[in-house]
């Protein structure tokens, strides 16, 4: 019987090895999947490449990793933001590699790598310095940048409810990356809310096919890395 529920998030996060690229779902706290993030720190892997949208906020889930030095180089899109202290440290002091990615073209590289396609032309970025030491070829009168797929070792992800077999269904905007970041790499966990009987997810609601996910996890309530910047700043 197959059944890809567990309690277990560090038992869950465990495929992840030394040196992995992992992706990480979300864009902001929406569809952040913090406590697998909470458990990859307790699991210890290290010399990380992290895939996410950001770059961590506060003390908490990737901002936390980042803190306790498991990561050596992030690409993401959007690595400076107001609370995002612990990854601005880090790269001042030359403690971590970073590539940058317009939003855009790292859903792509994702996605592309979760069909099989190598790399893509896009003009995204054509001209400017994320385009420098790129082939650069010109379609239609315009320039454009070849960019290279990207997929990882591991995939951690947020979602609303699984059924047993790790059919996913997710909430809202909370979607964002999570659907190619589970077709992009080569294991996947899931972090959901709330389990449903198998059979109890109308098909045509299945965004992520169980066939793309590995281990889903229980978590039923939550951080709130929103409560957590709230709490950071009553304090200060």
């Known amino acids: 019987m197959i059944n890809k529920i567990t309690d277990d998030a560090v038992a869950a996060v465990s495929v992840v090895k030394d040196g992995d690229t992992v992706l990480i779902g979300g864009f902001g706290e929406a569809g952040n999947p913090t406590e697998l993030v909470h458990a990859l720190i307790e699991h210890g892997a290290r010399d990380l490449t992290i895939v996410n949208n950001n770059a961590g906020n506060g003390e908490i889930g990737l901002a936390r990793l980042l803190l306790k030095g ?36 790292l859903a792509e590289r994702m996605r592309a790598g979760g069909a099989g396609v190598p790399a893509f032309f896009t ?17 239609d009168g315009r320039e454009h940048v070849l960019e290279h797929a990207i ?6 992800i947020k979602a609303e409810l699984a059924d047993r077999w790790g059919n996913l269904v997710y909430r809202k905007a909370a979607r964002n990356f999570g659907p190619v970041m589970a077709m992009a ?36 309530n939550p951080v709130s890395e929103r409560d957590h910047l709230l709490e950071r700043e009553s304090v200060a």
């Open 185 to 220: 790499a080569d294991k996947t966990v899931a972090q959901v809310r709330r389990e449903i009987e198998l059979g109890g997810i109308d098909p045509e609601r299945i965004i992520t096919p169980s066939i793309f996910v590995d281990r889903v996890v229980r978590i039923p």
């Open 70 to 105: 498991r990561v050596s180089k992030l690409i993401c899109s959007f690595p400076r933001s107001s609370h995002g202290h612990v990854f601005n440290d880090l790269y001042k002091t030359g403690s971590i590699k970073l590539e940058l990615v317009p939003q855009g073209t």
């Open 123 to 139: 003009p995204t970025a054509a001209g400017t310095d994320l385009a420098a030491g790129k082939e650069i070829r010109v379609f």
């Open 151 to 156: 997929r990882g070792n591991v995939a951690l």
